[in-house]
C-alpha cells in the first residue's frame, strides 16, 4: 500500500518524486555523474496533483495525472523535503512530456 503524502498541491501545481540520478560510464572507463548534464531535462513520477487553475471563471482539468512517469524543465521545479523524501513542486506548463 502506497504512504498518504501530507503534501497538497494547489491550483495548477504537480508534485513530482525525482527519477534516481543515472550516472554514464565511458568506454574509457570514466564516470560521468548526471550532473555533469544540466541541459537534459529531468524526469519524475508525479505523485500528486493539484485541481487545475480557473481561466475565464471555469476550472481547466489537469492533463497530467498521479502515476504519470514525465519529462519537465530542469529550471521549472522548487525542491522540496517531506518526511525525509525529496520532491519537486512545478507547475503542469513546466512538464515537457508524459512518458507512456
Do not use: H, N, Q, W
Not at 46 to 68: I, L, N, S, W, Y
Request: charge should be positive; avoid cysteine; glycine fraction near 8%.
Amino acid at each position: 500500500m502506497a504512504k498518504k503524502l501530507a503534501l497538497s498541491p494547489l491550483g495548477d501545481r504537480i508534485v513530482v518524486s525525482p527519477a534516481a540520478k543515472e550516472e554514464k560510464k565511458l568506454p574509457s572507463g570514466i564516470i560521468i555523474p548526471e550532473s555533469a548534464d544540466k541541459e537534459k531535462p529531468a524526469r519524475g513520477r508525479v505523485v500528486a496533483a493539484g485541481p487545475g487553475k480557473f481561466e475565464d471563471g471555469a476550472r481547466v482539468p489537469m492533463t497530467v495525472k498521479v502515476g504519470d512517469t514525465v519529462l519537465f524543465s530542469r529550471y521549472g521545479y522548487d525542491e522540496v523535503k517531506v518526511d525525509g523524501e525529496e520532491y519537486y513542486i512545478l507547475p503542469e506548463s513546466s512538464v515537457l512530456a508524459i512518458i507512456k
